[in-house]
């Protein structure tokens, strides 16, 4: 938060830091979000070539 005050040129204030931190929470959160729905796509594609007995891809998907 300090060094994108510091970067944008802006004076250190208390409503600049906590509106920052609030942004830095929700991006955090929603890179976890896109890990998580990405993982759980990889999943269901080792799940279906599981289920059609495509060994290679499922042990490719599953690493």
């Known amino acids: 938060m300090y060094i994108q005050q510091l970067i944008g040129n802006e ?3 208390y409503s600049q830091l ?3 931190s609030w942004r830095n929470f929700i991006l955090f959160a929603e890179c976890w979000l896109f890990v998580l729905i990405f993982r759980g796509i990889l999943q269901l594609g080792a799940a279906l070539f599981n289920a059609l007995e495509i060994t290679f891809f ?3 998907l599953k690493k």
Do not use: Q
């Open 11 to 13: 004076a250190i204030s």
């Open 58 to 60: 499922s042990e490719l």
């Open 18 to 20: 906590f509106k920052l």
